[in-house]
């Protein structure tokens, strides 16, 4: 759910001129990956639970682990010739972190169930290959990081750790955003893009074909078309969703829009999500039949850098750094 009024979102200017960042396509197609559950069923407790688990004890829990997709889709993005971000989750530890309060709370339970470990090796060594394949590793801010500039840094930073490297933007969990404020905690933090406005629900290109300038300067916001839980009937007719995924592509391709689709790795396992992994690889290669830019939103934003479209943060060193970190009182 997102929090950003339409009246406000509708006010956003437009990157100008951001079609020439791929001047020999006919629209750009952004790929994204939420990494919300690697772990499906009891392991997701066990994950919680424990902070480092026995060789063993691994290796038994990462067989048949059906939500553990970075493998495979991997491997399919690199059969097809492209790309993607994958945005990584690193969830306060209730445990350890939670107070009395919090563990009355259903909401924060099943956020807890679910949470993995950034810092767990198979999760590092997953975060490695990707890097080194090429990929965006990218931020999914908690839930409390929306709102609060402290928490999305200590979240960034341990993922640049994980990572050694620097993290360029990414995605909040649920979508959620605090009117402009987050997008502002983001920026003070030293991220340079954000995905977050969008719909699970709808799908379609309601905030434009253009990537967005909130604060004209370096911050660009790439609107969230297509979220794959909100096709209608992947599963019992494919091809109905299919139809609306062409209907999107043509849309994008009139009007020289950049279109950012998001498909959460444990959609990519066949029994669980009949008809999402099919559905995907459609999509891809249609784009690419269609002439379009395919890759990360980090890729999509160098590419605004290196034409002039948006201004270069980098070789201002330390500018986003130096930006007063405590919450504005006043202000959407
Ligand atoms: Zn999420």
């Known amino acids: 759910m997102t929090h950003l009024p339409d009246s406000l979102a509708a006010a956003l200017d437009p990157v100008e001129g951001y079609a020439a960042a791929f001047p020999d396509h006919e629209f750009a197609l952004c790929l994204t990956h939420d990494v919300d559950r690697p ?10 639970l424990t902070d480092r688990p026995s060789y063993h004890l691994r290796t038994a829990l990462s067989g048949e682990n059906t939500y553990w997709q970075f493998e495979s889709v991997m491997a399919l993005e ?5 790309r993607s971000a994958w945005y990584f989750l690193d969830e306060p530890n209730l445990l350890r972190e939670g107070t009395p309060t919090d563990w009355l709370d259903p909401e924060l339970w099943v956020q807890f169930l679910g949470r993995y470990d950034l810092t767990h090796p198979e999760l590092a060594d ?14 999914h801010g908690s839930i409390p990081s929306h709102a609060d500039v402290e ?3 200590v979240e960034k930073d341990r993922l640049e750790r994980v990572l ?13 955003l605090d009117g402009l404020r987050t997008w502002r905690r983001q920026r003070a933090v030293g991220l340079r893009y954000d995905s977050s406005l969008g719909s699970g629900e709808t799908y379609g290109f309601r905030h434009g074909y253009a990537p967005l300038r909130p604060f004209d300067d370096e911050f660009v916001v790439f609107p969230l078309t297509l979220m794959e839980q909100a096709l209608p009937g ?26 950012t689709v998001l498909w959460h790795p444990r959609y990519f396992a066949r029994r669980e999500f009949p008809g999402y992994r099919r559905l995907y690889r459609a999509l891809v290669e249609r784009a690419l039949d ?3 830019w395919v890759g990360p939103p980090g890729a999509l934003y160098d590419r605004l850098v290196e034409r002039g479209l948006v201004p270069d ?20």
Not at 164 to 176: D, E, F, I, N, S
Not at 236 to 252: H, K, M, P, V
């Open 290 to 292: 269609m002439g379009a």
């Open 78 to 82: 690199s059969e097809l010739g492209v």
């Open 151 to 153: 928490r999305l840094r």
């Open 126 to 139: 997953a975060i490695g290959a990707l890097d080194d394949g090429g990929w965006e590793v990218g931020l």
């Open 164 to 176: 050694g490297g620097r993290v360029g933007g990414g995605r909040q969990h649920y979508l959620r």
């Open 234 to 259: 992947v599963s019992d007719d494919t091809d109905r969703a299919w139809r609306e995924c062409e209907s999107l592509l043509a849309e994008a391709a009139d009007n020289d829009a950049v279109m």
């Open 313 to 332: 943060s980098t070789d201002s060193t330390g500018a986003a750094d130096a930006e007063p970190t405590s919450e504005t009182p006043s202000g959407v």
């Open 39 to 48: 772990y499906k069923g009891f392991r997701s407790l066990y994950y919680a």
